[in-house]
């Protein structure tokens, strides 16, 4: 089988991350990512990997990623169901980037590993820190996803989620469409919130349903995160975007960590965050659907 071109300089990577001399021996690509090259890749002693390759100026997106996944699996207890691929090691040359995680084999979703997912999502959710943020800035698909430590969650939404978002749209130069809105929708934030004070809990930040999958046994899994503290509501309302979650997942989630009152009614300001970031990475519908989502929002605090 062929092999990536820049194997050498992986291998190398690998081996000083894994103590020992490791050579890959086989390379399969892996479909499903839309930003970098995903491989599964076997080594010499039939260790199995799972590989993203980039270009050489994409390797903060992947750096990122590994310390969202480190993250989350500190964080995750013995007794929380969830599984958390394990980093071994981010690295890049001068014409490609890469990220080397354990691989995970994925099986077929049942209602049981859905339960198991809501169950250990709600545990992940009682890891909480002081402040709302994260360590370091990150991505949210390719954007630019600020993190910086703050108090007040209300402050924290509208200036680092869904303002940055609009300098971003300022930017591709589809603002003016949005700018009433955006405009008021900021002025609005803390009537929307109104009474609401989360804890800043662990989030994954991207909970979509092609970023949780459950492995050859049914274990549950999640990858590909956006990681900082926040509401926790803000991973529950993505759940609900794009599909792939059923009954199953939120009546668990629930039994363990029951939402609080009004989550119904804060969903879709935490959704537009998501609707406005596909607005700016792939424009078109998006723009349209994130002003009538705004339209909304300023009805519903009127």
Same mark, same amino acid.
């Given at each position: 089988?062929?092999?990536?071109?820049?194997?050498?300089?992986?291998?190398?990577? /690998?081996?000083?991350?894994?103590?020992?001399?490791?050579?890959?021996?086989?390379?399969?690509?892996?479909?499903?990512?839309?930003?970098?090259?995903?491989?599964?890749?076997?080594?010499?002693?039939?260790?199995?990997?799972?590989?993203?390759?980039?270009?050489?100026?994409?390797?903060?997106?992947?750096?990122?990623?590994?310390?969202? /996944?480190?993250?989350?699996?500190?964080?995750?207890?013995?007794?929380?169901?969830?599984?958390?691929?394990?980093?071994?090691?981010?690295?890049?040359?001068?014409?490609?980037?890469?990220?080397?995680?354990?691989?995970?084999?994925?099986?077929?979703?049942?209602?049981?590993?859905?339960?198991?997912?809501?169950?250990?999502?709600?545990?992940?959710?009682?890891?909480?820190?002081?402040?709302?943020?994260?360590?370091?800035?990150?991505?949210?698909?390719?954007?630019?996803?600020?993190?910086?430590?703050?108090?007040?969650?209300?402050?924290?939404?509208?200036?680092?989620?869904?303002?940055?978002?609009?300098?971003?749209?300022?930017?591709?130069?589809?603002?003016?469409?949005?700018?009433?809105?955006?405009?008021?929708?900021?002025?609005?934030?803390?009537?929307?919130?109104?009474?609401?004070?989360?804890?800043?809990?662990?989030?994954?930040?991207?909970?979509?349903?092609?970023?949780?999958?459950?492995?050859?046994?049914?274990?549950?899994?999640?990858?590909?995160?956006?990681?900082?503290?926040?509401?926790?509501?803000?991973?529950?309302?993505?759940?609900?975007?794009?599909?792939?979650?059923?009954?199953?997942?939120?009546?668990?989630?629930?039994?363990?960590?029951? /939402?609080?009152?009004?989550?119904?009614?804060?969903?879709?300001?935490?959704?537009?965050?998501?609707?406005?970031?596909?607005?700016?990475?792939?424009?078109?519908?998006?723009?349209?659907?994130?002003?009538?989502?705004?339209?909304?929002?300023?009805?519903?605090?009127?």
């Amino acid at each position: 089988m062929p092999r990536f071109p820049a194997t050498a300089d992986i291998e190398r990577s /690998l081996s000083q991350a894994m103590g020992q001399a490791t050579q890959l021996q086989a390379w399969q690509a892996v479909s499903g990512g839309s930003i970098h090259q995903a491989w599964h890749a076997t080594s010499d002693n039939n260790q199995h990997f799972f590989i993203k390759t980039n270009h050489h100026t994409k390797r903060h997106t992947l750096e990122a990623e590994a310390l969202g /996944l480190e993250a989350l699996g500190k964080h995750i207890s013995p007794d929380n169901p969830l599984r958390i691929p394990a980093v071994y090691t981010c690295g890049s040359n001068d014409e490609y980037s890469w990220l080397i995680l354990e691989y995970l084999a994925f099986g077929r979703n049942s209602s049981k590993s859905q339960t198991a997912l809501g169950t250990g999502l709600a545990m992940l959710h009682q890891q909480t820190a002081e402040q709302f943020g994260f360590a370091s800035d990150n991505v949210i698909g390719e954007s630019l996803q600020t993190n910086a430590w703050m108090n007040d969650w209300i402050t924290f939404w509208a200036e680092q989620r869904l303002d940055t978002q609009f300098k971003l749209a300022k930017q591709h130069g589809f603002y003016p469409h949005i700018e009433a809105e955006a405009e008021q929708l900021l002025e609005l934030i803390p009537a929307l919130l109104y009474g609401h004070q989360p804890s800043p809990s662990l989030l994954h930040g991207d909970l979509w349903g092609g970023n949780a999958a459950c492995d050859d046994i049914g274990n549950p899994v999640i990858f590909d995160p956006a990681v900082y503290y926040g509401d926790r509501e803000c991973d529950i309302a993505m759940t609900t975007l794009f599909g792939g979650f059923s009954p199953e997942f939120y009546a668990a989630y629930n039994h363990v960590y029951p /939402l609080e009152n009004g989550y119904q009614q804060r969903q879709n300001l935490y959704n537009l965050y998501h609707i406005l970031n596909h607005a700016n990475l792939f424009g078109s519908a998006y723009i349209m659907q994130s002003k009538s989502m705004m339209q909304q929002l300023i009805r519903q605090a009127s």
